[in-house]
């Protein structure tokens, strides 16, 4: 019997405890809407990220009077590939084939990023509005080095000769998260609308029990047109105990196994175990995307022709 290799990050957990077939269809068949819509809150926090990960290593190169320069001349029109992997992954002359496992990709193609030309000039504006309260209103950021800035890791959960469990993430930013933290981590969010997360999300329970690091900041980004004190630019301490960080490892654990166990023995599993109906009217009030699949669900042949016909496959996506 061959070995099971399971490698999966937070969204992906999230979404398998809202609903096994959401994640099935999402990460293991990577199906999304043939008809892609807009989203334009998402497209402006993913350049916000990328400014502010050219600013913070800059910094970390010594390069602080500078920085901004950098970011804002950064052409985030040759980012991605039209395979949907980065351009990185075709070597530094983006003339190599993509070295993503199952890509056939053989030279990088750059798509366009959607974000209209306003919209990104009011990215950079906040982005530099916020390097302009750094360090007086909200405490500065100061990662250990360039490369403690977006750092990617792969975390063994467990491991014998039948199976492989494996975390995978992305930390925003290590270093001196306050005056009185000189190790902690960062993640930075940016919103269209001021609303606060929960602290001890699974996201952030796995950043603190990779890192081993207790303590950590969300870092707040809005993008209001009006900036208000305290709400655009606002940072949430989180602290975990040792027994709160080891404690999830467990559950961790058994989530990865319910996961196999959803992908090799579904027969055993109950309806309420593989299909959360709860979850399909979705978050926000945006439905789940594969509801006209899940409302078919005892019709096999006509959820493969929707499946044909509505959707497309997406590239896999890996957090690093």
Known sequence: MSKTILILDSSQISTFLDCPTMWQLG???RLQPAAAKENVPMDMGTYGHKLLEIIYKER?????????????????DRETCRCSHGAERHGESFTKPCLSVGCGCMEFQPIEFPLSEPDR???RQRV???????GSSIPELVPHSPDHVEVGFSEKIYGDSERLYILEGRIDLLGQIAGNVTNGWADHKFQSRERDLYLKSIQFRNYAMVTKLPIGVVNYIRFAKKIEKDKTFKRAVISFSRLEMEAWRQELLAIFHRVEQFLKYP?????VEVRNWAACSGRFGYPCEFTPLCEEWNNPPLVQLKKEAEFKKKAEWRPW
């Open 267 to 271: 027969e055993t599993m109950s309806s």
């Open 128 to 134: 530099q509005e916020y390097t302009f309260v750094e």
């Open 27 to 29: 990460y293991q068949e």
């Open 121 to 123: 000039a009011f990215v």
């Open 60 to 76: 970390a190169k010594g390069n602080s009077a500078g920085a901004l320069d950098c970011a804002f001349s950064y052409n985030i």
